[in-house]
């Protein structure tokens, strides 16, 4: 299975912070791709698919870079309703492969 | 809009079964693919399966080999999970999600194996 290492594990940061979450992948993974944000109690939203394209309706401060086997998440200006967990996942190989997640939380 | 639904939280005993469905709407079920994973208490999202709606092949993860069926009824819209011989290490969420990209999900179903 293709591991993926997401980091990192949690941050703490303020309004208007610029947060970078970064996952690499064990293998070549193309731009198969996807970051999703989880609420507790919530299911998770795509955020990102295919490294770094917006879903619709998602803000504009989300966005996402890279190929292969790097792979960058960034919030531009983090705002209030942003503080969640954030995870990737991999669906070029089978079985679809998961980072552990990042929680951001307010400083 | 798409709307995957899923039923309700379950208590089950250990040995026991446990079916999960999964209503779609707002789009062609036949067209898509489903996908099942789990999230246990303090875990991480694992992977149990997939499932084409529209020709019904299936692909467990080994670990669920041989206890794990999935199933489709296209005139439904409905998406079905089974889970056999429960242990408490199967209480988790599950959710279905739309497509191998996971673009949407269900809202998760709550399922507690406790004697």
């Known amino acids: 299975d293709i591991q993926m290492t997401q980091s990192p594990s949690s941050l703490s940061a303020s309004v208007g912070d610029r947060v970078t979450i970064t996952c690499r992948a064990s293998?070549?993974?193309?731009?198969?791709l996807g970051w999703f944000q989880q609420k507790p109690g919530k299911a998770p939203k795509r955020l990102i698919y295919?490294?770094?394209s917006l879903q619709s309706g998602v803000p504009s401060r989300f966005s996402g870079s890279g190929s292969g086997t790097e792979f960058t998440l960034t919030i531009s200006s983090l705002q209030p309703e942003d503080f969640a967990t954030y995870f990737c996942?991999?669906?070029?190989?089978?079985?679809?492969?998961f980072g552990q997640g990042t929680k951001v939380e307010i400083k | 809009q798409v709307q995957l639904v899923q039923s309700g939280a379950e208590v089950k005993k250990p040995g026991a079964s446990l079916k999960v469905s999964c209503k779609a709407s707002?789009?062609?079920?036949?067209?898509?693919?489903i996908t099942w994973v789990r999230q246990a208490p303090g875990h991480g999202l694992e992977w149990m399966g997939w499932?084409?709606?529209?020709?019904?092949?299936?692909s467990y993860a080994q670990k669920f080999q041989g206890r794990v069926s999935m199933t489709t009824d296209i005139s439904t819209s409905t998406a079905y999970m089974e889970l056999s011989s429960l242990t408490s290490d199967d209480t988790a969420v599950y959710y279905c999600?739309?497509?191998?990209?996971?673009?949407?999900w269900g809202q998760g179903t709550l399922v507690t194996v406790s004697s």
């Open positions: 999600a739309r497509d191998v990209s996971f673009d949407y």
């Open positions: 707002g789009y062609t079920f036949a067209g898509y693919d």
């Open positions: 499932i084409s709606a529209h020709r019904g092949q299936t």
């Open positions: 293998q070549d993974i193309r731009h198969d």
């Open positions: 295919e490294a770094s």
């Open positions: 996942l991999q669906h070029n190989t089978y079985p679809p492969t």
